[in-house]
C-alpha cells in the first residue's frame, strides 16, 4: 500500500495527472471497455508525453507496484487495469500526423483508430486496421491487427514500419528494420511484453474512392448452402475483396421478417475496396444469391464503414469469446455453428465469425514476426455479449462448449487480441519456436518481468 506522502511527492513532481483512490475522477479513470473487469488500481497516471511515461514506470518499480498499460483500454482480460498497482493511461498523448508524399503516419501510443482513419482519409490514404473506430491503435497493433482490408494491405503490423518504446529499466528505444531489429520482430505480435509504446509509425496504402461494404441475411435453413458460397468466393475472388460469414440471432426481432426476427440466421458481409464497378462484378453472385430477408450491400466511404460497429460494440458491455484459425471451412463446422447458434443464453447477444484470411496476409513470411497464423485459410471466433452479471456463468460457458469442436479443423497459433482468459498459454499462442525465441527477447528487455499484464512470456 501506497504512503500518503510517497504518492504525494511522486504527484507533486509528475509531469502529467495523478488520479488516486477516493478522487471525482477516480470511478471514471479505472474504467475500461469490457464491463466484466471491475479493478480498483492504486493509482492511475496520465503522462503527456514519453519522458512521464519514463518517470511514472520507474516510480512504480520503486514501489514495486504492479504496472497495466493503458491505450484504448480495450483490453478483453482486462490487462489494461489491475488492482492496487499503477495503471498508465496514455490518453492524454492522441493524435496522428500524415506525410502524404512518404505515404506514412506517425500515432502517439494512446491513439485511437479513428484518429489515424480521419488523418488518412483526409488525403486520400489508408493504413488496414481494426472495425470499431475508438479501440486504441496500440493494443490492435502490438497484437497484430486484423481488420477488413487485411487481404490487400495486410494485418497492421505488416504496415507498421517502427515503433517507439519506454523499456522496463526506464530507457527509450526505438525498434524498426534498422534499429533492435529482433526487438522489432517481437513486438509484431508480442509487442506489451517489452515496454510503453508511445508512438508508432505506419505505412499507408492510396484509398480515395468509395469502397463497396454491407451485410445480407438469409434464413438459417440455407446456411450450408451460404458458407459454400463464401468458401468458393473467398478462395477465387480478388484481394480487394474481404468477405465475412456469420451465423447469429435476427436481433433487434423487429428489423426482421415475421417468423424470422430472434432466430439464428446466416449472413455475409463483404467489403470490397477496388473500384465500385469492379465490386459489381466481383459481388455479382453473392446479390444473386436468392432474396435476403434482411441488409443490404453498396458504395459508401471507408470511414462510414469504419464506424458501423462502434454502438453495438460501446463501452460497459461484459464480453467474452473464443477463437481459431482454420485450415478451411468444413459443413460439420458450419454444423457445429448453428448447432450452438440456437443455444446462446436468453438476454445475450451471441455471434459466429468467419473471415476470410490469406492473401497479402500470407505473403509475409510466418518467421518474419512473432505473429503466428499466417498459413490460415480463415479465422473464426464465437463472441458473445450481454449485460446481466447473472448470465457471466452461461455466457462464458456457450463460447467455451461452442468452439470445443473445432480443434480438429484448426490450424496453428491463436489471435492473442481475442484470448478472452485472463492467463492463456503463449505456446498456443505463437508455437514451440516462436515461444523460445520470445523468451529469449523478453529475457534481454524485461528479466524482471514488469511488463507482465498480458499473455506474458515469462523470461
Same mark, same amino acid.
Given at each position: 500500500?501506497?504512503?500518503?506522502?510517497?504518492? %504525494?511527492?511522486?504527484?507533486?513532481?509528475?509531469?502529467?495527472?495523478?488520479?488516486?483512490?477516493?478522487?471525482?475522477?477516480?470511478?471514471?479513470?479505472?474504467?475500461?471497455?469490457?464491463?466484466?473487469?471491475? %479493478?480498483?488500481?492504486?493509482?492511475?497516471? #496520465?503522462?503527456?508525453?514519453?519522458?512521464?511515461?519514463?518517470?511514472?514506470?520507474?516510480?512504480?518499480?520503486?514501489?514495486?507496484?504492479?504496472?497495466?498499460?493503458?491505450?484504448?483500454?480495450?483490453?478483453?482480460?482486462?490487462? /489494461? &487495469?489491475?488492482?492496487?498497482?499503477?495503471?498508465?493511461? +496514455?490518453?492524454?498523448?492522441?493524435?496522428?500526423?500524415?506525410? *502524404?508524399?512518404? %505515404?506514412?503516419?506517425?500515432?502517439?501510443?494512446?491513439?485511437?483508430?479513428?484518429? #489515424?482513419?480521419?488523418?488518412?482519409?483526409?488525403?486520400?490514404?489508408?493504413?488496414?486496421?481494426?472495425?470499431? /473506430?475508438?479501440?486504441?491503435?496500440?493494443?490492435? &497493433?502490438?497484437?497484430?491487427?486484423?481488420?477488413? #482490408?487485411?487481404?490487400?494491405?495486410?494485418?497492421?503490423?505488416?504496415?507498421?514500419?517502427?515503433?517507439?518504446?519506454?523499456?522496463?529499466?526506464?530507457?527509450?528505444?526505438?525498434?524498426?528494420?534498422?534499429?533492435?531489429?529482433? #526487438? $522489432?520482430?517481437?513486438?509484431? @505480435?508480442?509487442?506489451?511484453?517489452?515496454?510503453?509504446?508511445? /508512438?508508432?509509425?505506419?505505412?499507408?496504402?492510396?484509398?480515395?474512392?468509395?469502397?463497396?461494404?454491407?451485410?445480407?441475411?438469409? *434464413?438459417?435453413?440455407?446456411?450450408?448452402?451460404?458458407?459454400?458460397?463464401?468458401?468458393?468466393?473467398?478462395?477465387?475472388?480478388?484481394?480487394?475483396?474481404?468477405?465475412?460469414? $456469420?451465423?447469429?440471432?435476427?436481433?433487434?426481432?423487429?428489423?426482421?421478417?415475421? @417468423?424470422?426476427?430472434?432466430?439464428?440466421?446466416?449472413?455475409?458481409?463483404?467489403?470490397?475496396?477496388?473500384?465500385?464497378?469492379?465490386?459489381?462484378?466481383?459481388?455479382? %453472385?453473392?446479390?444473386?444469391?436468392?432474396?435476403?430477408?434482411?441488409?443490404?450491400?453498396?458504395?459508401?466511404?471507408?470511414?462510414?464503414?469504419?464506424?458501423?460497429?462502434?454502438?453495438?460494440?460501446?463501452?460497459?458491455?461484459?464480453?467474452?469469446?473464443?477463437?481459431?484459425? +482454420?485450415? /478451411?471451412?468444413?459443413?460439420?463446422?458450419?454444423?457445429?455453428?448453428?448447432?450452438?447458434?440456437?443455444?446462446?443464453?436468453?438476454?445475450?447477444?451471441?455471434?459466429?465469425?468467419?473471415?476470410?484470411?490469406?492473401?497479402?496476409?500470407?505473403?509475409?513470411?510466418?518467421?518474419?514476426?512473432?505473429?503466428?497464423?499466417?498459413?490460415?485459410?480463415?479465422?473464426?471466433?464465437?463472441?458473445?455479449?450481454?449485460?446481466?452479471?447473472?448470465?457471466?456463468?452461461?455466457?462464458?460457458?456457450?463460447?467455451?462448449?461452442?468452439?470445443?469442436?473445432?480443434?480438429?479443423?484448426?490450424?496453428?497459433? +491463436?489471435?492473442?487480441?481475442?484470448?478472452?482468459?485472463?492467463?492463456?498459454?503463449?505456446?498456443?499462442? $505463437?508455437?514451440?519456436?516462436? $515461444?523460445?525465441?520470445?523468451?529469449?527477447?523478453?529475457?534481454?528487455?524485461? *528479466?524482471?518481468?514488469?511488463?507482465?499484464?498480458?499473455?506474458?512470456?515469462?523470461?
Amino acid at each position: 500500500m501506497l504512503g500518503t506522502r510517497t504518492l %504525494r511527492f511522486f504527484a507533486d513532481g509528475f509531469g502529467g495527472e495523478v488520479i488516486r483512490p477516493g478522487e471525482p475522477k477516480y470511478d471514471a479513470a479505472r474504467a475500461v471497455w469490457n464491463g466484466l473487469v471491475d %479493478r480498483r488500481p492504486g493509482l492511475v497516471v #496520465l503522462p503527456n508525453g514519453a519522458a512521464d511515461v519514463v518517470a511514472a514506470l520507474r516510480f512504480a518499480r520503486e514501489q514495486e507496484l504492479v504496472v497495466a498499460v493503458r491505450g484504448g483500454g480495450h483490453s478483453i482480460p482486462g490487462f /489494461s &487495469t489491475c488492482d492496487d498497482g499503477m495503471v498508465i493511461d +496514455l490518453s492524454r498523448m492522441r493524435g496522428a500526423t500524415i506525410d *502524404p508524399e512518404r %505515404r506514412t503516419a506517425v500515432c502517439a501510443g494512446g491513439a485511437l483508430l479513428s484518429e #489515424l482513419d480521419d488523418a488518412a482519409q483526409a488525403v486520400g490514404l489508408v493504413c488496414p486496421v481494426g472495425v470499431v /473506430s475508438h479501440t486504441g491503435v496500440a493494443g490492435l &497493433t502490438l497484437g497484430g491487427g486484423m481488420g477488413r #482490408l487485411q487481404r490487400k494491405f495486410g494485418l497492421t503490423i505488416d504496415n507498421l514500419r517502427a515503433v517507439d518504446l519506454v523499456t522496463a529499466d526506464g530507457g527509450v528505444v526505438r525498434a524498426s528494420s534498422d534499429e533492435n531489429p529482433e #526487438l $522489432y520482430w517481437g513486438v509484431r @505480435g508480442a509487442g506489451a511484453n517489452f515496454g510503453v509504446a508511445t /508512438s508508432f509509425e505506419y505505412a499507408l496504402h492510396p484509398l480515395n474512392h468509395p469502397i463497396t461494404h454491407g451485410t445480407v441475411v438469409h *434464413p438459417i435453413e440455407r446456411a450450408g448452402e451460404l458458407a459454400q458460397l463464401f468458401t468458393e468466393m473467398a478462395e477465387t475472388g480478388p484481394d480487394e475483396l474481404w468477405l465475412g460469414f $456469420y451465423i447469429h440471432l435476427a436481433l433487434p426481432a423487429e428489423d426482421y421478417p415475421a @417468423g424470422i426476427g430472434g432466430r439464428p440466421v446466416a449472413a455475409v458481409s463483404a467489403l470490397h475496396c477496388g473500384q465500385p464497378r469492379e465490386a459489381e462484378r466481383d459481388l455479382a %453472385r453473392l446479390r444473386a444469391f436468392g432474396p435476403p430477408v434482411g441488409g443490404s450491400i453498396g458504395p459508401k466511404p471507408h470511414l462510414a464503414a469504419q464506424r458501423l460497429a462502434d454502438v453495438s460494440s460501446e463501452w460497459g458491455h461484459r464480453f467474452y469469446m473464443k477463437s481459431a484459425f +482454420l485450415r /478451411s471451412l468444413p459443413e460439420e463446422l458450419v454444423d457445429i455453428a448453428v448447432q450452438h447458434a440456437h443455444g446462446i443464453p436468453e438476454g445475450a447477444g451471441g455471434e459466429f465469425s468467419f473471415w476470410s484470411w490469406g492473401r497479402a496476409i500470407a505473403e509475409v513470411p510466418e518467421d518474419a514476426t512473432a505473429f503466428t497464423g499466417r498459413t490460415a485459410a480463415y479465422w473464426m471466433g464465437a463472441e458473445i455479449q450481454w449485460d446481466d452479471p447473472a448470465l457471466d456463468g452461461p455466457s462464458r460457458a456457450w463460447a467455451r462448449a461452442a468452439m470445443a469442436g473445432v480443434g480438429p479443423f484448426a490450424t496453428r497459433g +491463436l489471435y492473442v487480441n481475442d484470448v478472452a482468459e485472463s492467463r492463456g498459454d503463449p505456446r498456443a499462442i $505463437y508455437g514451440d519456436a516462436k $515461444y523460445e525465441r520470445l523468451v529469449g527477447l523478453n529475457r534481454a528487455w524485461d *528479466p524482471d518481468n514488469v511488463f507482465r499484464m498480458n499473455q506474458n512470456i515469462r523470461p
